[in-house]
């Protein structure tokens, strides 16, 4: 099983930045080898898709959710198997708990997420 554990939220304000990073770990499991996702959860919303950077075939490729798109950086060290998502120029709207996971999600390997804060 793959645990995952997020850290790095915190509350700054609109314009600011804030680098998240998960640890994944888990017996024979390697970032290296699968597509990693960031995700949120706003308060009242419904979790939603961040971003994602590929492995394999299309290894390094990041993907976007277009509110995003031109803020946010997804990375991955491969040898820490850690992902960081850089976060710039923030907004309120990206006020939420955010989560990485395998893309797609497994269920059962949801962390405890962090949150992130972001006054006007």
């Known amino acids: 099983q793959v645990q995952l554990v997020e850290s790095g939220g915190g509350l700054v304000q609109a314009g600011g930045s804030l680098r998240l990073s998960c640890v994944a770990s888990g017996s024979r499991f390697s970032i290296s080898i699968s597509t990693m996702g960031w995700y949120r959860q706003a308060p009242g919303k419904q979790r939603e898709w961040v971003a994602s950077?590929?492995?394999?075939?299309?290894?390094?490729?990041?993907s976007y959710a277009d509110s995003v798109k031109g803020r946010f950086t997804i990375s991955r060290d491969n040898a820490g198997n850690t992902v960081y998502l850089q976060m710039n120029s923030l907004k309120p709207e990206d006020t939420a708990v955010y989560y990485c996971?395998?893309?797609?999600?497994?269920?059962?390997?949801w962390g405890q997420g962090t949150q992130v804060t972001v006054s006007s």
């Open positions: 950077i590929g492995s394999g075939g299309s290894r390094g490729i990041a």
């Open positions: 996971n395998i893309f797609p999600p497994i269920p059962a390997s």
